[in-house]
């Protein structure tokens, strides 16, 4: 029972899309937000009936929650003093509930249910990307019936005005369904390679991320794979991965010359003004609001004494953000620049300690490093539970709990 919740949860962690409220609820209740309490419950009863059963409470020596604790006590103070006491409160609960959670998740976790878990997560993620592409067909050429499953599901497909739609898995946001789909090439880099569709996978993993046509994610996503090229020579095997790479590309050729000159209907797929369209940071494209976002950001950080020890208050920054946002909820689109103009600077270097540390401490899992910092340039995070569970991942793959002792951390099962 516990392995199957394990597996089940990390399959739908970074799903959104689905709201158990359906959509008349104070937040979206999703599938990890459902799931998690009674996997809580479960653990609970196998502690209390296995009295010799040790539950051990080290992630790599204390460090980790030493760091985890000045975080949180810091983003505590700024909530204290934020701009909108209500909103920090609300999302301040669900982070910190995701951490402990996931804190406490993180025991059961061994490569056999990661892997299990990333592969249900991955078909999962082409599942709605099917649905999803079926029902853009249907918005726009009526070639097919449109599919809902109710209000529980949102499936709605993400586009470049009527140009295209995007690949974007279960997440509502095509940045974060590629920072998903990292997360899955990872694990299943890792471990799976002895998978009978391995190279498959492999190779629709990749072709998501580029057609989810989203800058970020997918410079976080191929950037983590030429790290991983470069430090880990002694698993790869070349030949395969120069066949996946050449595979990989050949279909996308053809599947872009296919798609230049196919016509719905007369909606032909241009890839030119495809190409125009992502790539554009000028005014009013999604790339010039994030650089204005970033510089928006130092400004609102350095304003004031307070500003700069605790910022606006965390999660919170409508009130400086209202010219851009006005009708939605406001973010600094930059996980750096949220902590540094949401909660100060103190809770920014706290942060790059926690991010890069392992780095340090020679962590197995690095490359996830490599994803969620470069990821994090252009887009705040830190309220997925995915997020944090990757970075427990890299924490748990740390050899050694303090490089000033040398201690074993006693994790065995990440060779």
């Known amino acids: 029972m516990l ?22 609820g104070p937040f979206i209740l999703t599938p ?18 296995r009295p010799n059963l040790k539950f051990r409470v080290d992630l790599n020596g204390w460090t980790f929650y030493l760091l985890m604790g000045s975080i949180l006590s ?7 003093f934020s701009n909108d006491v209500s909103m920090s409160a609300k999302r301040m609960v669900l982070l910190m509930y995701q951490i402990i959670v996931l804190v406490v998740f993180s025991k059961m976790w061994c490569p056999r249910i990661l892997l299990k878990g990333a592969y249900i997560g991955f078909f999962i993620f082409m599942l709605f990307n099917i649905i999803l592409t079926a029902n853009w067909i249907y918005l726009h ?3 097919l019936t449109y599919i809902d499953f109710g209000p529980i599901f949102d499936l709605t497909p993400i586009t470049i005005g009527p140009l295209t739609t ?28 002895n998978s009978l569709f391995y190279k498959l996978i492999i190779f629709l993993l990749i072709f998501s991320a580029i057609f989810s046509l989203s800058k970020s994610g997918g410079a976080s996503f191929f950037l983590m794979i030429l790290f991983i090229l470069c430090t880990d020579r002694k698993h790869i095997n070349y030949k395969a991965t120069i066949s996946i790479v050449f595979l990989s ?7 872009l010359i296919f798609l230049h000159g196919f016509s719905l209907n007369q909606y032909s797929i241009d890839i030119i003004a495809i190409a125009k369209e992502i ?13 204005i976002l970033l510089s928006r950001g130092v400004d609102v950080a350095f304003d004031s004494i307070k500003n700069l020890l605790l910022g606006v208050g965390i999660f919170a920054p409508q009130e400086v953000l209202f010219d851009i946002f006005p009708e939605e909820y406001a973010n600094f689109h930059s996980i750096y620049m949220s902590f540094l103009a949401e909660s100060g600077l103190i809770s920014l270097m706290l942060f790059l300690l926690l991010l890069f540390y392992p780095f340090a401490a020679k ?3 690095s490359a996830l490093i490599v994803l969620i910092a470069m990821f994090g340039i252009f887009y705040q995070v830190h309220l997925s539970p995915i997020f944090w569970w990757a970075l427990i991942l890299v924490w748990k793959g740390i050899q050694h709990c303090e490089l000033v002792t040398g201690k074993s951390c006693g994790y065995n099962c990440y060779s």
């Open 3 to 24: 392995n199957f919740l394990s597996i089940l949860i990390i399959a739908v962690l970074g799903i959104d899309r689905i709201d158990f409220f359906r959509g008349d």
């Open 32 to 49: 990890f937000l459902l799931l998690s309490p009674i996997l809580l419950f479960v653990l609970m009863i196998n502690f209390f009936n």
């Open 74 to 80: 810091i983003l505590l103070l700024s909530l204290l």
């Open 141 to 143: 050429t009526g070639l």
């Open 166 to 193: 995007r690949f974007c898995g279960f997440a509502r946001d095509p940045n974060y369904g590629t920072f998903f789909l990292g997360v899955f090439f990872y694990i299943i880099y890792k471990y799976g390679k």
């Open 249 to 255: 590309a050949f279909f996308m050729v053809i599947f």
């Open 279 to 291: 790539t554009s940071v000028g005014e009013g494209t999604s790339g010039g609001t994030h650089l």
């Open 363 to 365: 962590s197995r899992h």
